[in-house]
């Protein structure tokens, strides 16, 4: 079983400017892939190098180990959907009139198409196929164009910042859904938001000014950068005396920060976590009647991110 | 705030550069195509074929007149008239001027000389041009041949009055010489009755050599009418009625030349007589009643000879003025019958709602699918550009058919729009031009960006196309580049299709050109929209 996409050595200039420097990635099949970045980063443009849209200055692309040379052929048109950060719907159609529309383009018989509609319509919750898209609320329509883009049942589905800006509600409901494809499909989702990619993504590929900054899974990602870099340990106070009474014992070492009832045990390392938490554990003593909770915080995606970003 | 809502405004008017700059050369080039397409302003020297059967010295007049006049532009031409009126059929000239073989003779047979002009009526405005004061300046312009025959009939008339004149003074000197004779028989008759034989016989040769006399007299004036007939026979009558008028003052005059030969004869008979009087035995009355029959007979046909001369002078005076009316006269054919204004805006107005219509409605239909961005996801799926394009253009090829039938058939039922031709033809004609405005307008939406654009992208097409298309200027008035820009537009070739086939009647073999020109810009926008389409970016 060959990789679902593998970009190798990929470079694009834009008037001079380079929007993407020496990219390589590799997305494995059946697995969900978070191309991140922010604004600027360069993830639409390797997203559109991709899928055929733009062509490299140097570099190859493969797409279910086919070369992509001037766009798609019309086979990795019919295994390769994408959900653009647009709407992209016919908003004076109705939800099933889209649907159809776009299943007729896979070239679907009109029973198989009409079971999808029904299947789609249960799992993302759709209601009333026969609304106009124009009259439907935001989240309404970022799950009908989720189905548009499912309804071809294809093996690799790019969302292209699909799901920005959309309703809690609908954010689970994709979420689910995107989880529960994996074993059928690749999902390939770029995103600028992290605590999206948390939430989905096995494996997260981080963009940065045209250049590769990060990738790997999330748990090797946390990992190491648990390991390697800073994290917090959160003591709640029963009050803020007692927590007053704490953070006046470690005077001016200013591992201590003081918020309210709560201090937070910042900037721990790999190297000397272990001496700052025992010699912590042992001036507590005493105390912990006044000690409502303890709970160490590891640093997130996004502040991963940013440390990145900053160092850069 | 309203200086911040102006600045607002103005920032997002001017932020679509697209718009910006064809916007700001929109007016540059309306007037431009305007401007080109009025280059004098006036509607003159058409193409004109001047076909020459006569080749005398009238016939010269007429071309030069032709050559003189600001409306008609004689071109180098030497075929018969059939080839002419192919050229004038495919209105690549705007008339054809005949000047018959008998042109001349006929003017010099005082028969009205008649020119024949058919004028190509299929363009409204060059056939009103050529067709009303401009004929007449044509007319002004010939008078030069009237002038030539003005000079002439004055001198013959001038002649024929000296001559008349000389009639009346020899009759009078005949009827002087007439009473002399009388009363030179009267001493006769008193000498008769005394006088011996001796003096009448002189008194008898006195009167022989009187006689004598008299007859030289009636010679002179009998060859002064010989004159007189030899005249009027050389002056050309210009009708028939004026050939009858001239034989009747012929016969007239030739009646009194006979009269005047019959007074010879008689004059001769009383020679004759007064040879056979024996003086002996005459009777002096008898004489002198024979001879006073004599004179009386000459008087009377003097008499006769002087009012018939002052009737040809009269006749004379008629034959010159009916004459002079109108030695010229020019037969006018309307070539291609004659039509209305709106007859010959038809054309141009129905090629505009199609062409409006077809072009307008997938231009923003494709933008508008852009700016959607659904475009770009159908792009994405396994639809081929050709089933996109095709599956687009179905739908408003059915679209602009129906509106141009409606429109065509409002145009016949209430505003009488003349179809000459087959209206089949006018509606495939008008199908085509909906196929190639579909096609420029799916391109025209595949190169712009924004809806805005769009919106002054196509009046900018659409209105000069009807300005250059000759549909409203004929395009004898562009300038000449304009009429090579006017094929940029499919407007042109359908306007000419339809011109032909509804105010000319042509059939679709006629306007086969024009059908291949509309085919040729209904596939090239296609292959160029499949290929922008290909390449669309999001």
Redesign the interface.
Known sequence: MGDAVKVVNISKKYKGVVALDHVSLTIKKNSIFGLLGSNGAGKSTLLHIIIGLLNPNEGDVYVLDEKINKGFSKNLKNKVAIVPQKLSLYEELTIFENLYFFAKSYGLPRKEVLEKIEGLKNILRLGDLHRKVKNLSGGYQRRTSLAVGLIGSPEILILDEATVGIDLETKKIINELLLSLKEHMTVITTTHSLEEAEAICDYVYFLHKGKKVLEGTLQDIIKKYSAENSGDIHIVFKDEEAAKKIFDLFGETKILRMEGNKLYLVSFSGQYSANVLTNFLNKIKGYEKDIVDISIHKPNLEEIMLQLIKSD | MFYTVLIKEARQLFSDKGFLLIALIQPLIFIVMFGSSFKGGDINHLDTIVIDNDHTNYSQYVIDATYESEFFDPINFSGTLDDALIHLERSEVRAVILIPENFSDNIDNAITGEIEIYIDSSNFLTYSSLSGAQIEIIKESLQRIANDLLGGLEEEKETSKKKIEDIKDIFDEIETEADKLDAELNDIKEEFSGIDSTAIKNSINSLKDALQEEKTSLNQTQNALDGIIFTLADIKAFNQTEEDRKLIVIGQITAIRNGINNSIKDVDDTIRDLDEIDVGTVDAGNISDRIDEKLDSIKNKFESVKEIGESISLNLNKLQKDFLSEPIRIKETAYHGEIKYFDYLGAGVLSLIVFFVSLMAPALNVIYEKE???L???S?????SIIVFFGKFSVFILFSFFEMLYTLFVAILIYDLRITGSIYNVILILTLLACASISIGLFISSKVKTMQQALVLVPLIVIPSFMISHAFFPPDIMAEFMNYVAYATPMTFSNHALNAIMIKGFSLSEVLPDIYALLAFTIVPLILFIINY?RM??
């Not at chain 2, 994405?380 to 081929?384: A, G, L």
């Open positions: 959607q961005n659904t770009y996801r159908l994405t799926t396994p639809v081929s290909k970016r999001y």
